[in-house]
């Protein structure tokens, strides 16, 4: 004790992930808010269910992940207020590092539903997620392995989600690096 015998008492907040099997809702949430969406995104946007919501059968976070895809990414600012506008919050602090995308997060009743990264087609973070998906999808094996860590690390208390999301980080450029491969020669 210092300053007087007055205790000093410092509050470590920690987190919890939590992990829910996968639910058949999660496509219709996914198609219903791709409908919002392209009503308020030009004809050439291209909107993909995305993260582990869009693989079959896999235990995920129950967020819908959505990829947003413009040919012309310069476009990207204009399009802030009509995606604000259905309800998402614009979260530009990762910009910084990653320029090339746009997030936006969507909670109901406190609650986060939606996550949208906008970026441009063809970009390697467009083909990472897509491909990382489709492998998923299609390698039942390796989405059992990615649910059975998920699960793992759901067990544990993190700083916040980014730390949680840095212990995955590892297995999904393994499975990244794998569907790259499987791309290449084909």
């Given at each position: ?125 467009w083909q990472r ?58």
């Amino acid at each position: 004790m210092g300053g007087g015998g007055r205790k000093i008492i410092i509050a470590c907040q920690v987190m919890r992930i939590a992990i829910s099997e996968y639910s058949p809702l999660w496509p219709k949430i996914f198609d219903d808010e791709a409908a919002l969406l392209a009503r308020q995104l030009p004809g050439s946007a291209v909107i993909e269910h995305i993260g582990s919501t869009a693989v079959p059968g896999l235990a995920a976070k129950p967020v819908i992940d959505i990829l947003i895809g413009l040919a012309d990414f310069a476009q990207a600012n204009s399009f802030v207020p009509r995606i604000e506008q259905l309800g998402y919050e614009y979260v530009p602090q990762y910009e910084t590092e990653m320029p090339f995308r746009r997030f936006f997060r969507k909670e109901q009743s406190g609650v986060r539903t939606h996550h949208i990264h906008m970026v441009a087609i063809g970009t390697d973070f467009w083909q990472r997620h897509l491909r990382f998906r489709d492998y998923l999808r299609t390698h039942p094996e390796t989405a059992a392995q990615y649910a059975a860590l998920k699960h793992t690390l759901a067990a544990r208390d993190w700083q916040d989600m980014n730390e949680y999301a840095d212990a995955k980080t590892d297995f999904i450029r393994s499975v990244e690096a794998e569907a790259a491969r499987q791309c290449e020669k084909s």
